[in-house]
């Protein structure tokens, strides 16, 4: 098992050591397994062992590895290199009956299974809303108050949460649901609400700022008291109003000082907001602990109507070739014993992003013992397994990745004398880099087996800074200030011109050397060396890549835009689609006129 950051050269270690078992006529490569995550990652691993075979076969002057790396490389189609999920699929095609799926059966894609999924959804949710169950009702209230700055409608986030469910569907257990006493505890709720309500409104200083901050209670009030003038309590309504309001009194808890009112003090008034934020907290975790046990029981049907639809036309989405796969290794002696006797070698790229049930596929197919059913108790023959893999880079849980669960495989498999070697020499960065990024998280990143937090491994250097230019910039924001200070406004609106101006002298003024990362040579900074990265592309509504993407225009810097939101928003596209338009449809004036 090897464990090391990014750039330490985790692939190239695995492409290695498999190049060296093949040399060395230890494996066949057809009796190989090399297994990655994504698609991209995996079309890259096969490249780059392709190209090692051929190296290694032009170095060696040994008869015996010259032979057995040309029958490698002749024969490098039948290795089995690829996702884990085309792996899973070739082992469900070799075996269909005994996994029972339908032997042509189609993979759906990443975007296909999800599209799938939606139609089902559509027509559950459309039966629903005729005869709205508390669930839906409670649901679609909360997903109402909710602000959401990517416009997602409340429909689409509840058939998310439900997509969620599906693909965790390995995990069929009903969550437990706590008793509750939902409308008591709105209605006490609410006579607080009220009561700090009033006891703001009968300040006399309309510019308090505890009196500005109490204005969502005053409001929640009013609201209440039109509402009720007409209808009954919707207790559904007022937990998703309770809710918004604990969101909106944590946002604003000013104090103010003096006198705030005759008869009450200041903290007295004080005490009762913290109080009232303490219950509306534990409400809302009581809540959403409902609602959440309470939804997973109403999207059974969905999920139920989803699998007889994909059994129907004979589909797999990539949780079925997983958890078939699993069922087919675990369930069946004479399989397991097969798979295992077949492959003789397995190395795996990115481990950090399994997720339980490839971590069971993959310990059982390295077991040497063929009884063993139980993967947590799988000892694996010698050699047979390699992994590589960097725990912090876990927290994207990446297609049910879980720092967890990685954690403990290291665990098993370490109590199993399975070797861990960690790669500290960064071969991405120069070294005041390296030195900085030691210094920011060597103190803050300590290991915590409760949380799955690993342990920070410092980077090493092996190349050093270029003489006569920094590693490392802070670019400073030039007009910073708004009416009175600085603000976050001021700070946004003048980057973008800011960046552009920078990378404009850094590509044709500076004089800056880079090495380039295809000749390894030193050369002029270009801006195809550049990368921009943003932390979000919308921010209310606001494309936040547009202003720099037209302050390079602006300068004639040739750039990549990779994912912004509003593509269909920008100028040159909406030309290019009016002109399309009117080629498409002539009698469109108002697309001819545009064009």
């Known amino acids: 098992m090897v464990e090391a950051a990014a750039g330490t050269g985790k692939t190239t270690q695995l492409v290695s050591r498999l190049v060296a078992v093949l040399k060395s006529g230890r494996a066949r490569v057809d009796r190989v397994v090399a297994v990655t995550f994504t698609r991209k990652a995996a079309g890259e691993l096969k490249l780059k062992l392709r190209q090692e075979l051929e190296h290694a076969r032009n170095q060696t002057n040994d008869d015996d590895e010259k032979s057995n790396l040309e029958s490698a490389i002749s024969r490098l189609e039948e290795a089995r290199v690829g996702t884990i999920h085309g792996f899973c699929a070739e082992l469900l095609r070799e075996r269909p009956v005994e996994a029972e799926v339908d032997p042509s059966f189609e993979e759906l894609s990443e975007d296909e299974a999800p599209r799938l999924f939606s139609q089902v959804f559509r027509v559950w949710i459309q039966q629903k809303l005729e005869d709205m169950p508390e669930p839906l009702s409670r649901a679609l209230s909360r997903l109402a108050t909710w602000t959401n700055p990517d416009g997602v409608s409340p429909l689409e986030r509840l058939r998310n949460e439900a997509w969620r469910l599906a693909e965790w569907r390995d995990f069929p257990t009903l969550w437990r649901l706590e008793d509750f006493e939902r409308e008591k505890t709105i209605d006490r709720l609410v006579e607080e609400v009220e009561g700090l309500a009033e006891l703001s409104s009968r300040c006399p200083y309309d510019k308090d700022l505890l009196k500005v901050s109490l204005r969502p209670a005053r409001f929640f009030r009013r609201a209440l008291e039109k509402a009720e003038r007409f209808r009954p309590r919707d207790y559904d309504d007022l937990e998703a109003q309770l809710v918004q309001l604990l969101r909106d009194l944590k946002r604003d808890q000013r104090k103010g000082r003096g006198k705030f009112i005759d008869g009450t003090t200041r903290e007295e008034v004080l005490e009762f907001r913290e109080r009232l934020l303490e219950n509306l907290e534990s409400f809302r975790e009581q809540a959403d602990a409902s609602l959440a046990a309470l939804l997973q029981r109403e999207f059974q049907e969905v999920l139920a109507s989803y699998e007889e639809l994909k059994r129907r036309s004979g589909c797999l989405d990539f949780v079925d070739l997983l958890v078939r796969a699993r069922d087919l290794v675990k369930g069946n002696r004479k399989v397991r014993q097969h798979l295992q006797q077949s492959f003789s070698h397995i190395f795996v790229d990115e481990f950090q992003d399994t997720d339980p049930l490839q971590a069971e596929i993959l310990l059982l197919l390295a077991s040497q013992d063929p009884e063993q059913e139980d993967w947590t108790r799988v000892r694996v023959a010698p050699g047979k397994l390699f992994l590589v893999g960097d725990p912090k880079q876990s927290i994207y849980r990446f297609r049910r990745a879980d720092v967890l669960l990685y954690q403990k495989v290291k665990r098993i498999l370490g109590e199993a004398g399975v070797a861990l070697i960690y790669l500290t020499r960064n071969f991405r960065s120069v070294k005041p880099l390296q030195d900085g990024i030691n210094a920011a998280f060597e103190e803050v990143m300590r290991e915590e087996s409760q949380s799955g937090q690993p342990g920070y491994v410092p980077l090493l250097e092996h190349r050093p800074a270029r003489q006569g230019q920094p ?63 943003f932390r979000r592309f919308m921010s209310w509504n606001q494309d936040v890549t547009r202003p720099y993407a037209r302050a390079l225009e602006l300068r004639g810097i040739p750039h990549v835009l990779v994912g912004s939101r509003t593509f269909h928003q920008r100028e040159e596209v909406e030309t290019l689609r009016a002109a399309l338009t009117a080629v498409e449809w002539p009698d469109d004036e108002l697309a001819v006129f545009a064009t």
């Open 471 to 533: 590693a490392l910039v802070v670019l400073p924001a030039p007009e910073p200030f708004g009416w009175y200070n600085v603000t976050y406004r001021a700070v946004e609106e003048c980057l973008p011109d800011t960046v552009g101006a920078f990378l404009n002298w850094l590509i044709r003024e500076s004089g800056w050397k880079i090495e380039d990362p295809e000749t390894k040579q030193a050369s002029d900074i270009e801006a195809r060396h550049i990368c921009i990265l």
